[in-house]
Every structure is written in structure tokens, then in C-alpha cells.
């Protein structure tokens, strides 16, 4: 089970980090759903995925997230929040996996990761570099637009745009010119992510560390 639930933690940091559905190097992926119309072949990257990229490279954004995936044949559920701004970071996850809740928190600040456990109410730091999936997230250089069309998605029939990147194919819907949902499957994975609340603006101290956890080092 310990294996097990390392990797679903190692699932959904990535899946929460890169947003935008790129692969990782721990090969997070998702699902996506079938046509209502047939994919249209396009040659140029779609200018509202593009702006959502140049939000993101802003430097700050929030959004909260849900997440359903699958990684072969295991369902697992996740819902979480991602920030950053100024080069920090606050990540928050909570997974069930056959019946067991991870609950995961990390803030990273001034070049150092803080892995947070609110239950034994404990800092450890971490040498893991946050500032590199921040990176990915803006970077759809690699991706290469296969085309776009329209799809049903959590009960939802939007447009959507889709993706190549090696195995992996990803979709991204679109709900009022924002990104509603990014589905993707490949390699014995699959998810689908529904994106909430996004702002270009952070909640009001989700980069503090709580003053009365027990400090653990590295």
C-alpha cells in the first residue's frame, strides 16, 4: 500500500503542477472523453489556450481543482489549490485511493520547499524544486495541436482543443474563454481535471507557515 499511495501522491502533485496536462517526468496523465463532433485538423496553436499561458507566465494565479483519474485500472479522486506569485508557491492536495484519504500541503519560499503535515502539525523541508513545474505549466512549446471540435465533459458539451505530446493526448475545454476541464490519457493513465476559482490574484496568507508546527529540518 505504501508504494501504492506514493505513487498516487506522485500523480496528483504533477497533475496539479502542470496544469496545463504536460507530462512529467513521474508520467502523469489523464482521459479524455469521446466526440460529439469530429476533431478538426487545425496548423496554428488556438490564440484562447495561448492566453491562458500568458496569464500563467504573469508569475501569479490561483485555482482550485478536481481531479478523477485512473492509473491501471486503480481509480483515485483528488481536490486540491495551487498559488504562486513573486517565485512562491502553495499546494495543497487531498486523495482517496480504495478508501484512504492523503491529505498533502507544500509551500515553497525563498528557494526552500516546505512539506507540511496539518495533522501531526510538523514542517520538514524538502530539496524538491517547486519553481520547475511552474515552468511547465507555461510551456506548450513541446504540444502539438492535433485540432479542435466539440466534446462532453462533466455533463458539459464546450469546445475543446487537442494535443499531441508523445504518447499522451490532451484536451482542453473551454467554458466562456477560460479553461474548464483538461482531459488526457496515455500510458495506462487517464483524468480528467476540472478547474475552479481561477484568479490572477492569491488568497491572503497561503504562503505563511504556521508559527506553532514543530520544525523538522531536512
Not at 485511493?97 to 492523503?102: R, S
Not at 520547475?132 to 455533463?155: C, F, H, M, P, T
Request: charged share 25%.
Amino acid at each position: 500500500m505504501k508504494k501504492l499511495t506514493t505513487l498516487a501522491l506522485v500523480l496528483v502533485l504533477a497533475l496539479s503542477l502542470t496544469a496545463c496536462g504536460k507530462k512529467t517526468p513521474d508520467g502523469a496523465t489523464g482521459n479524455p472523453s469521446e466526440d460529439v463532433t469530429q476533431t478538426t485538423p487545425v496548423e496554428n496553436e488556438s490564440a484562447s489556450l495561448e492566453n491562458l499561458m500568458d496569464w500563467m507566465r504573469g508569475g501569479t494565479f490561483y485555482f482550485a481543482y478536481t481531479n478523477e483519474m485512473e492509473y491501471e485500472g486503480i481509480p483515485m479522486t483528488s481536490k486540491g489549490s495551487y498559488a504562486t506569485d513573486g517565485g512562491n508557491y502553495a499546494i495543497s492536495t487531498e486523495t482517496t485511493i480504495l478508501g484512504q484519504v492523503m491529505k498533502n500541503r507544500i509551500i515553497a519560499k525563498g528557494g526552500v520547499t516546505h512539506i507540511i503535515d496539518d495533522e501531526e502539525k510538523t514542517i520538514r523541508k524538502s530539496t524538491a524544486d517547486v519553481s520547475r513545474y511552474s515552468e511547465q505549466i507555461a510551456d506548450v512549446s513541446k504540444l502539438n495541436l492535433k485540432g479542435q471540435g466539440q466534446g462532453e465533459v462533466k455533463g458539459k458539451v464546450l469546445p475543446y482543443e487537442e494535443y499531441i505530446d508523445g504518447d499522451m493526448t490532451i484536451r482542453y475545454y473551454m467554458d466562456g474563454g477560460k479553461v474548464y476541464a483538461i482531459e488526457s490519457e496515455g500510458e495506462g493513465a487517464k483524468s480528467v481535471m476540472v478547474i475552479e476559482n481561477a484568479s490572477k490574484t492569491v488568497p491572503k496568507g497561503i504562503f505563511d507557515l504556521p508559527a506553532d508546527y514543530v520544525n523538522l529540518g531536512y
